[in-house]
């Protein structure tokens, strides 16, 4: 089973980006023949610094070997060391209806959000579907809201195959409900465009203050808590802390005279834990940065044949030499 997925290089990485795609693409890792790589050719539908987008996609590769990619298991590499992946967007394109590209939701989410409409906006699930398809892809992990672009994936792969021949492997979207949206530090989704974001690595005093500045409600102390669902604190707190530790914390909240400052006390406790073995291996990739650049010059070297392979299976299918 071939597994395949990126992401972009866009900003600092929190954990949104953790649990909504790192860590089930680490655990996915075990399970098969696994392609990871660093999104930059999408990056450039938003980041038009060039020093940003190098140091960004630095800053991406190190932050994925830290949080546990193991470069033995997996193939990690730059997007753009891929060259074939662009050509393969534009036969991909010549099967892409309009329509479809009309009806899906980042394009209107990101012209919502301020960002100025561009044909590589628009175009942004072709290339995601060439990503995918030119590896031969059996399973794609993604959020939820990405699962749309999986299936216009599918669309495309599916009526290329049709038209020219069998040529691509159709994938499978693998969504964990469970982590499929990250609440952000004002209650809307995890996002840097919204300024709510927990920083994977970060200066323990700026993180500290980020998480004692979660927004809650004005229960007082005493009083048994409720609405806990409801609660961003608590919903983080689930994410880091272990079964035991979430029921003892249920229980104090419940029974009152346990506040929300001791749960986000508590909460940046769970979650500077969580992390202190990556902050550990990030410190060392930092001291080394040619190891970083050697692993992804290699995994571009493990990649690039499979994706010539498909290419050159494309153009001989469209009538190409």
Same mark, same amino acid.
């Given at each position: 089973?071939?597994?395949?997925?990126?992401?972009?290089?866009?900003?600092?990485?929190?954990?949104?980006?953790?649990?909504?795609?790192?860590? =089930?693409?680490?655990?996915?890792?075990?399970?098969?023949?696994?392609?990871?790589?660093?999104?930059?050719?999408?990056?450039?539908?938003?980041?038009?610094? @060039?020093?940003?987008?190098?140091?960004?996609?630095?800053?991406?590769?190190?932050?994925?070997?830290?949080?546990?990619?193991?470069? +033995?298991?997996?193939?990690?590499?730059?997007?753009? !060391?891929?060259?074939?992946?662009?050509?393969?967007?534009?036969?991909?394109?010549?099967?892409?209806?309009?329509?479809?590209?009309?009806?899906?939701?980042?394009?209107?989410? %990101?012209?919502? %959000?301020?960002?100025?409409?561009?044909?590589?906006?628009?175009?942004?699930?072709?290339?995601?579907?060439?990503?995918?398809?030119?590896?031969?892809?059996?399973?794609?992990?993604?959020?939820?809201?990405?699962?749309?672009?999986?299936?216009?994936?599918?669309?495309?792969?599916?009526?290329?195959?049709?038209?020219?021949?069998?040529?691509?492997?159709? @994938?499978?979207?693998?969504?964990? !409900?469970?982590?499929?949206?990250? =609440?952000?530090?004002?209650?809307?989704?995890?996002?840097?465009?919204?300024?709510?974001?927990?920083?994977?690595?970060?200066?323990?005093?700026?993180?500290? +203050?980020?998480?004692?500045?979660?927004?809650?409600?004005?229960? @007082?102390?005493?009083?048994?808590?409720?609405?806990?669902?409801? &609660?961003?604190?608590?919903?983080?707190? %689930?994410?880091?802390?272990?079964?035991?530790?979430?029921?003892?914390?249920?229980?104090?909240?419940?029974?009152?005279?346990?506040?929300?400052?001791?749960?986000? +006390?508590?909460?940046? !406790?769970?979650?500077?834990?969580?992390?202190?073995?990556?902050?550990?291996?990030?410190?060392?990739?930092?001291? &080394? =940065?040619?190891?970083?650049?050697?692993?992804?010059?290699?995994?571009?070297?493990?990649?690039?044949?499979?994706?010539?392979?498909?290419?050159? %299976?494309?153009?001989?299918?469209?009538?190409?030499?």
């Amino acid at each position: 089973m071939r597994i395949l997925s990126g992401i972009q290089p866009s900003g600092v990485l929190h954990i949104g980006n953790y649990f909504g795609m790192m860590r =089930p693409a680490i655990e996915l890792q075990e399970r098969g023949e696994a392609f990871y790589f660093i999104a930059d050719y999408h990056a450039l539908t938003s980041l038009h610094d @060039p020093e940003a987008l190098r140091r960004y996609s630095n800053e991406v590769a190190m932050d994925f070997l830290a949080c546990g990619l193991d470069p +033995k298991k997996a193939t990690f590499f730059r997007q753009s !060391d891929i060259p074939e992946v662009t050509e393969l967007t534009w036969l991909l394109s010549i099967v892409t209806p309009m329509s479809l590209l009309e009806k899906c939701h980042s394009f209107k989410d %990101k012209i919502a %959000k301020g960002i100025s409409p561009s044909h590589g906006l628009f175009a942004y699930p072709v290339l995601m579907a060439a990503d995918i398809l030119i590896y031969q892809s059996n399973l794609v992990p993604v959020g939820r809201d990405q699962k749309q672009h999986v299936e216009v994936t599918r669309d495309l792969g599916i009526k290329f195959n049709m038209q020219f021949g069998e040529t691509f492997t159709i @994938p499978e979207p693998e969504i964990r !409900d469970s982590v499929a949206v990250i =609440p952000g530090l004002d209650g809307q989704k995890m996002s840097k465009s919204y300024n709510n974001t927990l920083e994977i690595f970060g200066e323990e005093k700026a993180l500290r +203050k980020k998480v004692m500045g979660i927004k809650s409600d004005s229960q @007082p102390l005493e009083a048994p808590k409720t609405g806990l669902n409801e &609660n961003i604190a608590w919903n983080l707190f %689930k994410l880091f802390a272990g079964p035991a530790d979430i029921e003892a914390m249920e229980k104090r909240l419940k029974a009152g005279g346990t506040g929300w400052g001791d749960l986000k +006390k508590a909460l940046f !406790d769970q979650y500077w834990n969580y992390f202190a073995e990556a902050r550990r291996r990030r410190a060392g990739l930092q001291a &080394n =940065p040619g190891e970083v650049e050697r692993v992804l010059r290699e995994g571009a070297a493990r990649a690039r044949p499979i994706a010539q392979a498909t290419l050159r %299976k494309a153009r001989q299918a469209v009538g190409l030499k």
